[in-house]
C-alpha cells in the first residue's frame, strides 16, 4: 500500500513539474514592445507545440536577417484557418511581433501576419493570438 501511495505521489509530482515546464511568454520576449519586419518567408515551420515562421527581413539598422517568429501550434492555428499550405517559401509577408529579450537574437513572438499579395491576415480577428 505505501509502494502504491509513493507512485501516485510521484506521478503527481512529475506531472506538476511538466505543466510548469511551459514558458512565459512574458520571460522571453519583450511584451512592452513590437517590432515590424517586412520580408521574405524562407521557411514555415507547422507543428507543436509551436509553429514558426522564418523570415529574411531587415533589423533595425537595415541589415538583412533571418528571423524566427514563434507562433501558436497546429490545434489553435488549424482552427483559425490556417493550414500547413497557408504560407510558401517566397511570399512577401509583413509581421507583427514582441523582440525576444536577449540582445542581438532575432526572434520574435507573433502578433499579427498579413500577405499584401492575396490579403491573408492573422491576429486582427477576435481570438487569433498565441496562447
Request: proline fraction near 4%; hydrophobic fraction near 40%.
Amino acid at each position: 500500500m505505501r509502494r502504491m501511495f509513493l507512485l501516485v505521489i510521484a506521478a503527481a509530482l512529475l506531472g506538476g513539474t511538466a505543466a510548469y515546464a511551459h514558458h512565459s511568454y512574458g520571460a522571453t520576449y519583450d511584451v512592452s514592445q513590437e517590432i515590424k519586419l517586412e520580408g521574405k518567408l524562407v521557411q514555415f515551420v507547422y507543428r507543436n507545440p509551436h509553429s514558426f515562421v522564418h523570415v529574411q527581413a531587415p533589423d533595425k539598422n537595415g541589415v538583412s536577417q533571418r528571423w524566427a517568429v514563434e507562433w501558436s501550434g497546429t490545434a489553435q492555428l488549424s482552427n483559425q484557418g490556417v493550414t500547413r499550405e497557408s504560407l510558401k517559401v517566397g511570399d512577401e509577408i509583413i509581421i507583427v511581433g514582441r523582440p525576444s529579450r536577449v540582445p542581438g537574437e532575432y526572434r520574435l513572438l507573433m502578433v499579427t501576419l498579413k500577405r499584401p499579395l492575396d490579403g491573408f491576415t492573422w491576429g486582427t480577428r477576435q481570438g487569433e493570438a498565441v496562447d
